[in-house]
């Protein structure tokens, strides 16, 4: 079984190669990326115009399965990732029952290797039940699969518990994940704290809440040796903490969304629960700080913490709204935005989805290289598209960015050779 | 002039046209409630839902007077915030009440923006009674109207008021409706009731009480509650009296002529002290009695031209 894709614009940022160029897959794995590869009975896919990059790599996303698959489950959130040009997923704990034991592990596992549509890779918890009290056994979870921890959702306020998880964890040589929020701080807010919620009357969230757990998390990482993953930045302070953190050669990465780079507090204006969420959208500074983080090499990984929740979770009071917003088809176009800005080049913008990742969960993919499976994302940069939730492939809506005009189409993804999404 | 809103969800978006319209209605309106009759046809055949999901005593009884008085048919649901969380959302809530075919359905809600949430949603009129800590648009245009009444004016006044600023819908549709009417808006509170970036709306913010007096023609102050969710704001009651209550005393650093207002309940010798309640410069059962009259003209504006005048 051959296949050429032909004449596409190969971006691998992981080799440092952007150029038109031929790609030859035999049996799912890349042969040869050259100029003018002609084999007389291979498939051809014409990639005139288009971008050829390595399939995109999500490090956190909310899969729901098991236990909350009326949102979403491994199927649907997989054909999602597929759809945004996503071809590995990581998928946080925090299902029912939460992804603290062995045999959860291995549903999910299993669930993704017969039914998912990308590779599906599985983010153990740190606590027992997220409880954060107890540990989970990681040396076991990591044996059988788990690419990092994570009691995402929830901050391990305790910090000797944090300290004891990272020490742990070390000689299994995966990180953990911190979704840092110090909530005794942000004590029921529902938004960025600011002039915005207090024209709404809605509790805020200061940026304190955030940058005080992550300075303490990074410490301990410091402290520990352990390697750390910031999740989801949202605040100018947490950019300079990792900033600082890095030059002091403290072995730390961060993530951003595409909607903390998108998106201000404004959006909650008109009380749009589809612009609630965990951490809250920021203001035009924080906006502006995580944008030099990207461009500077701080925020290592653009990732899209996926949170599909269903319509009647949404439609309610803005207090009453449960957090987050889907992000997997959104999140190419979103991203390319910061190239037509000028603030990214291509290569850089694409490192974030695929090189970066892979590196910081260290996941095999990310990058087109010979010998390697033939996980490849075809797109056109160019061509518009308005966003409607309808159309998704998910099974929630909730997104902010309905009706949104974005550049970016994911033409065709490619997992180990064969196609899983197609748009002509 | 005419009036062009359909819904009445805060005064943050009312021009000071809009709000000069609904005084001077309500002033025409004002004259029925001390009649022996107190009744004209106004909205003879309108069927007004009287939705709260808050305990409320003057505000219900205010808004189903102003109803009775315009002849519409008023109904009073009273959903308490439990029957909320075990049971049916809001949205469905609504959409049952307006099968019934309602005019106007005049909502209270703990929920910030729960009035604007029916509005989408619904096709009837909706009068925002209070939701949250966002805004209580009828309360804040009966204290410009009481403030109107006195003064002859709300253009130029130095308004001050006091209290937890933060957690008020009261505060918040008074600073909005003052400023837009050309008043000077002074906001006074402990630290913990100043809400961030409040200041951006034109107003002076204070922590020193008696700053925020000197010269006032108004003091408004706000009930005050020792916790909120739970979490303790103030050290005291008795600590707040002492730094924010007004007496006597602190009221001398007004002018001479200066007006005390409360929304109610007052808790007396916290906020404000016996004294200052029951002295000759409060207004405060004036505002109640103006209510029902500016009740009754937002009733009357957001349905539309009339049939005939008041």
Redesign the interface.
């Given at each position: 079984m051959k296949t050429v894709i032909k004449k596409g614009r190969v971006v691998d940022p992981g080799q440092g190669r952007e150029q038109i160029l031929d790609v030859l897959i035999v049996d799912g794995i890349v042969a040869r990326i050259a100029e003018a590869i002609d084999e007389a009975d291979a498939e051809i896919i014409d990639a005139r115009g288009m971008v050829v990059a390595p399939g995109l790599i999500d490090i956190h996303v909310h899969l729901r399965d098991p236990g909350q698959e009326y949102k979403e489950d491994i199927v649907s959130g997989t054909r999602a990732a597929a759809a945004g040009g996503f071809t590995a997923v990581a998928c946080m704990p925090n299902t029912a029952p939460v992804n603290d034991t062995l045999a959860v592990t291995e549903y999910i596992r299993n669930r993704a290797l017969h039914e998912g549509l990308v590779r599906v890779y599985p983010i153990g918890a740190i606590t027992k039940g997220l409880r954060g009290e107890t540990l989970t056994e990681m040396g076991e979870l990591a044996a059988g699969g788990c690419v990092a921890f994570s009691d995402d959702g929830r901050w391990i306020a305790d910090g000797d518990l944090m300290r004891r998880a990272l020490e742990y964890v070390k000689p299994f040589g995966v990180p953990l994940m911190t979704h840092a929020e110090d909530t005794t701080v942000s004590?029921?807010g529902v938004m960025n704290?600011?002039?915005?919620?207090?024209?709404?009357?809605?509790?805020?969230i200061?940026w304190v809440a955030e940058d005080a757990a992550v300075f303490r998390d990074v410490m301990l990482a410091a402290l520990t040796g352990t390697r750390l993953h910031v999740c989801h930045i949202s605040t100018r302070g947490s950019v300079d903490i990792l900033r600082n953190a890095k030059k002091a050669g403290i072995g730390v990465t961060g993530e951003v969304t595409p909607h903390h780079f998108t998106l201000t507090e404004e959006a909650v204006r008109?009380?749009d629960t589809n612009a609630k969420m965990s951490p809250p959208l920021r203001t035009e500074e924080d906006l502006e700080a995580i944008r030099q983080g990207l461009a500077d090499g701080t925020i290592d990984v653009i990732a899209t913490d996926h949170a599909p929740h269903h319509r009647?979770e949404k439609?309610?009071?803005?207090?009453?709204a449960l957090n987050g917003i889907v992000g997997l088809e959104t999140a190419l176009s979103l991203t390319l935005a910061l190239v037509g800005k000028g603030i990214l080049t291509l290569p850089q913008a694409l490192a974030k989805l695929t090189s970066a990742p892979a590196r910081v969960l260290s996941l095999p993919g990310g990058s087109l290289r010979e010998g390697s499976a033939a996980d490849i994302v075809i797109f056109d940069p160019q061509r518009k598209w308005t966003v409607d939730p309808q159309l998704f492939q998910s099974k929630s809506r909730n997104t902010p960015f309905a009706g949104r005009q974005l550049e970016g189409v994911v033409c065709r993804t490619l997992v180990g050779g064969r196609t899983v999404f197609r748009r002509l | 002039m005419s009036f062009s809103h359909k819904h009445i969800l805060g005064t943050r978006h009312l021009s000071p046209q809009d709000i000069t319209l609904i005084l001077d209605t309500a002033e025409s309106f004002k004259e029925i409630n001390a009649r022996a009759i107190k009744k004209v046809p106004t909205l003879r055949g309108k069927t007004v839902v009287n939705l709260f999901y808050e305990a409320s005593t003057r505000t219900r009884t205010s808004f189903e007077i102003a109803e009775k008085r315009l002849s519409a048919d008023a109904v009073n649901i009273a959903a308490s915030s439990s029957s909320v969380v075990k049971g049916e959302t809001l949205e469905d809530t609504a959409k049952n009440i307006e099968a019934m075919r309602p005019d106007i359905i005049v909502i209270r809600h703990f929920a910030s923006g729960a009035a604007d949430y029916l509005a989408k949603r619904l096709d009837c009129s909706i009068i925002n009674a209070g939701d949250g800590a966002h805004e209580h648009p009828s309360q804040a245009l009966l204290d410009l109207f009481t403030m109107r009444q006195h003064k002859g004016r709300i253009a130029g006044l130095t308004v001050t008021i006091v209290g937890d600023i933060t957690h008020s819908r009261v505060a918040r549709s008074n600073l909005f409706a003052l400023h837009s009417m050309g008043a000077e808006v002074r906001l006074a509170g402990p630290g913990t009731m100043i809400p961030p970036g409040i200041e951006k709306f034109g107003c002076k913010v204070f922590t020193a009480m008696d700053e925020a007096l000197a010269g006032a023609d108004v003091v408004m102050m706000l009930r005050i509650q020792l916790e909120r969710q739970g979490r303790s704001l103030l050290p005291s009651l008795r600590e707040y009296a002492r730094f924010y209550g007004l007496n006597r005393d602190k009221l001398k650093l007004a002018r001479e002529d200066v007006l005390v207002m409360h929304p109610g309940p007052m808790n007396r010798g916290v906020e404000i002290a016996s004294d200052v309640a029951d002295g000759e410069r409060n207004v405060i059962l004036e505002q109640v009695e103006n209510g029902v009259a500016v009740r009754m003209a937002l009733l009357y504006l957001v349905s539309g031209p009339a049939p005939e005048n008041p």
């Open positions: 004590a029921g704290e600011g002039f915005v919620a207090t024209d709404l009357g809605l509790k805020g200061p008109g009380y009647d439609n309610v009071e803005f207090n009453l | -």
